[in-house]
C-alpha cells in the first residue's frame, strides 16, 4: 500500500503530499543510482580501451569484448532495481531500452559488415541515455521520508 504525508516547505507556505518509501524501495533506488553511475563509467572505460587499441596495442580488444560482456549484466540488474525501488515509468522504461541496446551492440558485432558500424553509434546513444537516466536518478523520491516501524504499519 502506498501512502502520503505531509511535508511543509521552508517557507512554511504550501504544502506538499510526498510519497513514503519503505526501506526496500529506498535501498534499491541507491543500488539503481549506483548502477546507473558504474553504467556510464564502463562505457567511457570502453572508449579509452578502444582509443588504447586503436592507437597503442592491438592486442587490448580481448579487454573491450570483455569489459563489453561484464557491462551487458548492469541494466538487467537496474532494471530490477527500478522495479523494487517502483521508480516513474520512465526511468524503468529507460533501463529496459538500455537492455535492448545492450544486445544490439552483441548483434551488431556478430553480423559484422555494415551492421558493425552501428556499433559505435549505439554506444553513443547507450552513453547520452545512461547518462540521462544517472543525471535524473537522484531526483526521485529524494526527499521522501522512509517507513519504518515506527512511523508506519507493517
Not at 549484466?73 to 517502483?86: E, N
Not at 551492440?105 to 558493425?116: E, H
Request: aromatic share 8%; charged share 10%.
Amino acid at each position: 500500500m502506498v501512502t502520503a504525508v505531509e511535508q511543509t516547505s521552508r517557507t512554511g507556505n504550501d504544502v506538499q503530499m510526498l510519497p513514503v518509501q519503505t526501506q526496500t524501495e529506498r535501498y534499491a533506488g541507491i543500488v539503481f543510482r549506483f548502477l546507473a553511475t558504474l553504467f556510464v563509467a564502463g562505457i567511457a572505460l570502453q572508449f579509452f580501451i578502444v582509443g588504447v587499441a586503436l592507437f597503442v596495442d592491438g592486442a587490448r580488444w580481448n579487454l573491450h569484448q570483455m569489459v563489453g560482456h561484464g557491462l551487458g549484466i548492469v541494466p538487467l540488474l537496474m532494471l530490477g532495481a527500478s522495479l523494487l525501488a517502483r521508480l516513474p515509468l520512465t526511468a524503468r522504461l529507460l533501463s529496459a531500452l538500455l537492455l535492448v541496446q545492450v544486445v544490439m551492440q552483441q548483434v551488431t558485432v556478430s553480423i559484422g559488415d555494415w551492421a558493425g558500424a552501428f556499433h559505435p553509434l549505439n554506444a553513443i546513444l547507450m552513453f547520452a541515455i545512461g547518462l540521462h537516466v544517472r543525471r535524473n536518478s537522484g531526483r526521485v523520491h529524494a526527499n521522501a521520508p522512509v517507513q519504518t516501524e515506527q512511523n508506519g504499519s507493517w
